[in-house]
């Protein structure tokens, strides 16, 4: 019966193996190089800090939080963050609202420059910016995100940073390193768009056609080898 199953089994075996040949490639190619960049490098946390340690207390903070979160509905959380020498409290409810510390009043929106000292303050490498630029709505590396400034450094990874544009705090950082790991899991998931649908059709059918094709691999290691000819000399007696 197997013997039966052998000669089709070749046939689908070499047709899927043209067909897979580049993905399967990909898949192995992508395999090798996310699993040789580390994920810390991939984040960047060698290019920038997350987070700023603040230089204020809690005495700081002078604003009357009850005035503040009055006027909001279904408050959820308050934090006390800053931005360079501004005490700044967060509150968070149907909307996020940045207040002065001191003032209470709403914080206004910083101007580039202070954007600019912003991202120095984060960035650990030693190159200078080399543009910035706002966007309503960030681009997909970041998840298009609402009210962002993207501030791009001049070092070779091409660091980028991404701040809130209402309150300067640092979104997530962006390198070349990053765009490199990104390319790669894009041909691994085959989502050539977004590039985070881990479940498209595309890579369930190609997934499918892969399993027949190693399926019918397997089949053909039951061929028995052929046998080698002998040539039989005759001698003369």
């Not at 903070?61 to 360079?84: K, P, R, W």
């Not at 609202?97 to 991202?119: C, M, R």
């Not at 490498?125 to 910035?132: L, Q």
């Not at 985070?196 to 080898?225: E, K, Y």
């Amino acid at each position: 019966m197997i013997k039966n199953l052998l000669k089709p089994a070749r046939k689908i075996h070499k047709w899927l193996g043209y067909l897979l040949a580049l993905q399967i490639f990909a898949w192995l190619l992508g395999g090798l190089v996310m699993s040789a960049i580390p994920l810390e490098k991939v984040h960047g946390k060698h290019l920038a800090k997350r987070h700023i340690d603040s230089p204020f207390s809690r005495q700081h903070y002078t604003a009357d939080l009850n005035l503040l979160t009055n006027t909001m509905s279904q408050l959820t959380s308050v934090s006390f963050i800053h931005f360079l020498d501004t005490p700044v409290i967060k509150a968070i409810g149907q909307q996020t609202h940045w207040f002065d510390g001191i003032s209470g009043k709403v914080l206004a929106q910083p101007i580039e420059q202070d954007i600019h000292k912003q991202a120095y303050l984060h960035y650990l490498g030693e190159g200078k910016i080399a543009s910035s630029h706002y966007f309503a709505s960030g681009p997909r590396e970041i998840g298009y995100k609402k009210h962002v400034w993207q501030v791009t450094f001049n070092d070779w990874q091409n660091t980028t940073i991404y701040l809130n544009a209402h309150s300067g705090e640092i979104i997530t950082i962006r390198s070349n390193i990053w765009r490199i790991f990104d390319f790669f899991w894009m041909l691994h998931i085959m989502d050539y768009d977004e590039r985070d649908d881990f479940n498209n059709p595309l890579l369930i059918s190609f997934a499918t056609v892969s399993v027949l094709f190693c399926l019918t691999g397997m089949l053909l290691l039951f061929q028995s080898r052929p046998r080698r000819k002998r040539n039989i000399r005759k001698t003369s007696s």
